[in-house]
């Protein structure tokens, strides 16, 4: 694996479920003229990303054709076991010299880069292993973490979560309000597709 990942930080995107209650590969999804991993891409580049790794799983045959160029693909060929198991086999493929990785869900393509900017400024000033943001109370996704998060994530269990991961913290958790509903709404079904992306007008292929 090249070692491309040398700046601000690495964009590492969890594409692994089976989308059972979608019927389709969430990461193909179309918001806008993007699927759903090329808005994520695009977004963690904007903001500073250095490099993007995907984490395949159920449909990796299908996902590999249509990843954009600029990104690594990495099969998770156990993910079965869970989210946790794809975001660990992904932190394999980081290189050491990465010290931050932002960990973006596949299903949580309305975040908006202003809230990306707003964990990266918190980290630059209190360099929390896990920077996660906040909004209205919830706590959401994408969520940085620092090498340290990266390298104990790493010794625990692939059937574990990250909410044990973030034990392993206690107060040492940057938690960043943010005015941005989309870091807590995950695409999960085709109603929330319906809801949040057919429904705004934001996100409709004009004719």
């Given amino acids: 694996m090249q070692a491309f990942f040398s700046t601000m930080f690495t964009l590492l995107i969890l594409a692994a479920g089976e989308s059972s209650r979608m019927g389709s590969p969430k990461a193909l999804l179309q918001i806008g003229s993007e699927t759903f991993v090329e808005c994520i891409t695009r977004k963690g580049r904007e903001s500073g990303a250095s490099g993007a790794l995907v984490v395949t799983g159920a449909s990796h045959r ?3 054709t249509r990843m954009p160029a600029s990104v690594v693909v990495v099969h998770n060929t156990n993910y ?3 989210q946790f198991s794809s975001l ?3 932190i394999r493929y980081l290189p050491q010299s990465c010290s931050l990785a932002l960990v973006w869900p596949v299903d949580l393509p309305l975040v908006e880069t202003e ?3 707003a964990l990266l400024d918190n980290y630059q000033k209190n360099s929390n292993p896990l920077t996660i943001p906040v909004y209205g ?3 959401g996704h994408p969520v940085l973490y620092n090498r340290e998060a990266l390298d104990i994530a790493l010794t625990l269990a692939a059937s574990q979560t990250a909410r044990e991961l973030r034990e392993c913290f206690l107060n040492r958790i940057g938690f960043v309000n943010v005015e941005d ?5 995950d695409i999960d079904t085709l109603e929330d597709y319906r809801r949040y992306i057919i429904s705004d007008l934001r996100f409709q292929i004009s004719d």
Avoid: F
Avoid at 181 to 185: F, K, R, Y
């Fill in 62 to 64: 299908e996902l590999i």
């Fill in 80 to 82: 079965q076991n869970g």
């Fill in 88 to 90: 660990q086999e992904g």
């Fill in 115 to 117: 809230s990306i900017t």
């Fill in 137 to 139: 109370g919830r706590k």
């Fill in 181 to 185: 509903c989309g870091v807590t709404i």
